[in-house]
């Protein structure tokens, strides 16, 4: 059992390590790549794209025939 809980903390450390002995440079570089993908994934999707089916349909079942009659194409 214990065996199991070693890989996992092995990856955890290197990667740990591996960012604390990072260079200053590496690190802007790395905080600017998750600012972009907190911009992308969140600010992004809450403006440009709503959430089409909870405010056109009031059911799940409403929700899920609208699907299937988009994915078969049947009217």
């Given at each position: ?63 899920g025939d609208y699907v299937l009659e ?6």
């Amino acid at each position: 059992m214990a065996r199991l809980f070693s890989a996992p903390a092995r990856v955890v450390r290197f990667y740990y390590d591996g960012f604390r002995t990072m260079s200053w440079w590496g690190k802007r570089v790395w905080i600017i790549i998750l600012i972009k993908l907190f911009i992308m994934f969140l600010i992004l999707r809450l403006f440009f794209f709503p959430d089409f089916l909870k405010t056109n349909f009031s059911s799940d079942g409403e929700r899920g025939d609208y699907v299937l009659e988009q994915l078969t194409g049947n009217s």
